[in-house]
C-alpha cells in the first residue's frame, strides 16, 4: 500500500508518540512506525520518573501505569555513603509498557495513525518531489516530515560511540528490596563511567541493574544482586545501550527531525530520558505543525532552540561532573563522600530536583572543600576540564 502523511514518525515509544500527539492535536496528518509487536513491550527502562516531570508531558498516570513510589535515595561509594530524601519531587516507578500505551491512546485520540509490527527498513530523501519516501516490509510512506524517534540506534549509526555505554537489567523478585528507596553505587573499578541502581518497584519487586564502559554487564550485575542476598527470583532480563554523551548540537536537518535517544536527549549523568527526551518530541511536534501551517516567523528550528532553553545549561552542568567523576578514583570519591555535610545532605533534600538535579551534584562536587580536594587531586586536567 502506499500512502501519504504530513509526516512520519519512525519510532512508537515515548518521544515519538508524544511527538505524533502533538502533531494530531494541532490537525496535521501523522503515522508512527514501531517495529515491536506491542507498544510499550519489549521494556527498556528503570521507570523511574517524577510525576512533576509526567505532568509537564501531559501525562497523568493511570494507575496500572504506576508500580511504586520513591521516598529517599541512598548514593553509595566503594566504602561511604550518605542518604537523600526525595519527598519533594513526587518521584514515581512507572511500567513503561502502561505509560507508552497510555500515551498511545492519547495520539490517536487526537488522530494519529499508529501502526505496530512496522519495521522501517529504508528511509529516502527524493530531493526532485523534496519528499521522504520511508518503506516497511508492506508498505511506503510518502511524506515532507521524517521524525527520527528509532531511540538510540539511530544515535549508534550517527554520532561518535564514546557516548554509548551497555546496561543489564534485572527485574527481580526480592524481600530484602527496601519498598521505597532507591540505591544508586558507584565503584570505579566494577562500574566503570557509571554505576550499579536499585529501583524498587513494588510488591516485593526491583529492577536491579549495573552499566560501565567495557564491563560483562551479564556477571557484574549478577555479582552486584549477590552482593545484597543470594535470594532472589529473576522475572526478566534486559540488555541494552545507554547514552551519556549528551545531546547533538542539531536535531533538525532540513525536513529530518530527530527526537528523544535519537537526539541524544538522555541525561548524561543518569541517562534517565523519560522527561526530556519526552519534551523533545512535545517540542518538535508543536514547531513542526507550526512551520507546516505557515505560522508567522515559525522555523523547525525553534525546537532546538526551545529544548535548548530548558535543559541546555542543565546538560552542560550535567556534562562537566560526569567528566570529573571519570576522572577519579575510587578513594577520591570516597573521600569526597566524606566531605559531604549533614547540612548539604539536608540542602540536597530540601532544594534538589529529579529532573534538574546538577545542584544536588554542585553540592557534593562543587563545595569549597571538595573544590580544593579534587584540584589538588586532577591538577591541570580540572583546569582543562573548567576551560
Ligand atoms: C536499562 C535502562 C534503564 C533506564 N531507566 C530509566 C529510568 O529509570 N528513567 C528514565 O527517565 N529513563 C530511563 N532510561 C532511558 C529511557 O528508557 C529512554 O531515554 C527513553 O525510552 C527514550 O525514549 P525514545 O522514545 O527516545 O526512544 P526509545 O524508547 O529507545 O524508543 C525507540 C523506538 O523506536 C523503535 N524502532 C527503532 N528502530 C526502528 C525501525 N527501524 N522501525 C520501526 N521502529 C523502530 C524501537 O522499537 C523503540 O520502540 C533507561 C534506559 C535503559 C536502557
Known amino acids: 500500500m502506499e500512502k501519504n502523511f504530513d509526516s512520519v514518525v519512525v519510532g512508537g515509544s515515548i518521544s515519538g508518540l508524544l511527538c505524533a500527539r502533538e502533531i494530531s492535536r494541532l490537525g496535521l496528518s501523522v503515522a508512527v512506525l514501531e517495529e ?44 561511604k555513603g550518605f542518604e537523600v530524601s526525595t519527598n519533594r519531587d513526587n518521584i514515581t516507578v512507572v511500567d513503561r509498557r502502561e505509560l507508552d500505551k497510555q ?4 495520539a490517536q485520540k487526537f488522530g494519529s495513525e499508529i501502526r505496530t509490527k512496522s519495521l522501517v527498513t529504508s528511509i529516502n530523501y527524493d530531493s526532485g518531489k523534496k519528499e521522504y519516501v520511508i518503506k516497511t516490509k508492506d508498505d511506503i510512506f510518502y511524506t515532507k516530515f521524517f521524525i527520527d524517534a528509532r531511540g538510540i540506534t539511530s ?25 521505597d528507596e532507591i540505591i544508586v553505587k558507584f ?33 557484574t550485575l549478577e555479582s552486584f544482586i549477590e552482593s545484597f542476598s543470594s535470594k532472589y527470583s529473576i522475572i526478566r532480563k534486559i540488555y541494552a545501550p545507554i547514552w551519556i554523551g549528551g545531546p547533538l548540537k542539531n536535531f533538525v536537518f532540513n525536513n529530518m527531525i530527530l527526537v528523544g535517544d535519537a537526539a541524544g536527549q538522555t541525561k548524561p549523568t543518569t541517562a534517565g530520558g523519560i522527561f526530556s527526551c519526552g519534551m523533545g518530541g512535545i ?27 530548558i535543559f541546555g545549561k542543565e546538560f552542560q552542568r550535567m556534562l562537566f561532573f560526569r567528566k570529573i567523576m571519570q576522572r577519579l578514583d575510587n578513594k577520591s570519591i570516597d573521600a569526597i563522600f566524606s566531605l559531604i555535610s549533614d547540612s548539604d545532605i539536608a540542602e540536597i533534600s530540601k532544594f534538589a530536583t529529579f529532573d534538574f538535579h546538577s545542584f544536588a551534584l554542585s553540592k557534593i562536587l562543587g563545595s569549597k572543600k571538595a573544590i580544593k580536594l579534587i584540584s589538588a587531586l586532577l591538577g591541570n586536567e580540572f583546569r582543562h576540564i573548567l576551560n
Open 36 to 79: 515491536d509487536y506491542e507498544i510499550g513491550s519489549p521494556e527498556h527502562c528503570g521507570g523511574l520518573v517524577s510525576l512533576d516531570g509526567l505532568k509537564k508531558l501531559g501525562i497523568i498516570p493511570s494507575n496500572r501505569a504506576i508500580l511504586n513510589e520513591v521516598n529517599k535515595a541512598k548514593i553509595l561509594s566503594a566504602t
Open 283 to 309: 517540542l518538535a511536534g508543536n514547531h513542526l505543525a507550526r512551520y507546516k501551517k505557515n505560522v508567522v516567523n515559525s522555523s523547525l528550528n525553534d525546537y532546538e532552540t526551545d529544548w535548548y532553553l
Open 187 to 219: 565503584d570505579k573499578v566494577k562500574y566503570p563511567d557509571f554505576f550499579a541502581w536499585i529501583i524498587p518497584s513494588g510488591n516485593g519487586k526491583g529492577k536491579i541493574g549495573v552499566a560501565g564502559r567495557k564491563i560483562n554487564t551479564l556477571q
Open 155 to 179: 544515535l549508534i549509526n550517527n554520532s561518535n560511540r564514546d557516548g554509548v555505554l551497555q546496561s543489564a537489567q534485572y527485574e527481580i523478585y526480592a524481600d530484602w528490596i527496601i519498598p
Open 103 to 106: 500515551v498511545a491512546y492519547q
